[in-house]
């Protein structure tokens, strides 16, 4: 059985290897780690919906929030694998649940769970909007754009009432996924233990014997803040 050294070793890897967008070789270092985290489930799951694999992505997605039913961002992507298998009244239940996690909080940063994304109210209920929008749940969807509009900050309000004037018009939206290329790293307290060298050269690895628990790992809501302009909605623009 390998070491947690080799397992960390593998999951880093395989984080560089999303980087470099080369997701065969990511899919096969984080389906290398036995009985995986739901933070590796998650990255399966974002890996095969960048490689255009919808059904394989919402397996790894329920392996993810089954470990952690607490991971509204396993939720949200999860909703996102639905949207694009048009399960859209599954999408909706799905945007429903993130939104549920997040417990009436502005956003949740994964930052210190090394997810390079903060999961905002507003997204999620944008894509409840635009779940809703494929079921014709018009006057749903405008009530859910609205709501978004309330709670987004000043940088993302013009494009979300771009995508309310849309809905009226009963035009469709294109729901918002974690950006690209974005995948939970390693923490850095392991891998600070991966290769130490003792005085022959030789490196060894001396790092914790158990893996690391996802659930309840010191994710914290984020208090609500403006944010600049890089989280805008693209509506219509196709899922960044």
Request: net charge neutral; hydrophobic share 40%; with cysteine.
């Amino acid at each position: 059985m390998p070491s947690f050294g080799d397992l960390v070793r593998d999951w880093q890897r395989g984080a560089q290897a999303v980087a470099r967008g080369d997701w065969g070789c990511a899919l096969q270092l984080f389906s290398s780690v036995p009985d995986p985290p739901a933070r590796i489930c998650f990255n399966v799951g974002c890996v095969h919906l960048l490689a255009g694999d919808p059904e394989a992505a919402l397996q790894a997605f329920d392996k993810a929030v089954t470990k952690d039913a607490c991971m509204a961002v396993g939720f949200f992507q999860r909703g996102v694998a639905n949207f694009q298998l048009e399960r859209f009244q599954e999408a909706l239940f799905d945007f429903r649940l993130a939104l549920e996690q997040l417990r009436g909080n502005a956003a949740i940063d994964y930052t210190q769970l090394g997810l390079r994304f903060r999961l905002q109210a507003w997204e999620v209920l944008f894509n409840v909007a635009s779940a809703q929008c494929c079921l014709g749940l018009w006057a749903q969807a405008t009530r859910s754009l609205e709501e978004a509009i309330s709670k987004g900050p000043e940088g993302a309000r013009e494009d979300l009432r771009t995508a309310l004037d849309q809905v009226q018009k009963q035009a469709f939206l294109q729901p918002r996924q974690v950006p690209r290329g974005e995948v939970f790293q390693p923490h850095r307290r392991y891998l600070q233990h991966l290769a130490p060298v003792d005085f022959l050269g030789k490196a060894k690895v001396v790092v914790a014997s158990a893996a690391p628990d996802d659930q309840h790992e010191g994710v914290r809501p984020q208090q609500p803040q403006v944010q600049d302009g890089d989280g805008k909605p693209r509506p219509g623009a196709g899922p960044r």
